[in-house]
């Protein structure tokens, strides 16, 4: 990351859905943009599939029906199927059910093979394709 062109202090990367933000840690400098990463481009479908062996936890079937966007009794029926699939979406919507995912012991998979990754660091929210 650059500087501020103003003042020269840090700046910070934000995105959000297809926004991308710049801003100053320091002054009210910032500039937002249509975010360009190849992650909106891709066309795929992917899917993303429980794996076995995941616990019928309250916490994890409150995960997914987070997830799913259903209620209690529903996600506790989806937990207790056979591998089954949870999201299937285009890839900006997988990495925001996925962070979701994250905060959850549910052990899933993403097919096809999901080539990004979701970091964040320092406050700096990155979004690359691996
Ligand atoms: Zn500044």
Known sequence: MGKCPNCNSDLIKKIEGLTLTISCTNCDWGLATTYWDPIYTDETIYKVILEKGNLSS?????????VVNCNFLQAKKIIESENPIIVEDNAPEIIIQVRKLNNSNLKYSIKPNFPYTDKINNGEEIIKKI
């Not at 309250?58 to 987070?66: G, S």
């Open 58 to 66: 309250i916490e994890n079937i409150r995960a997914i029906a987070k």
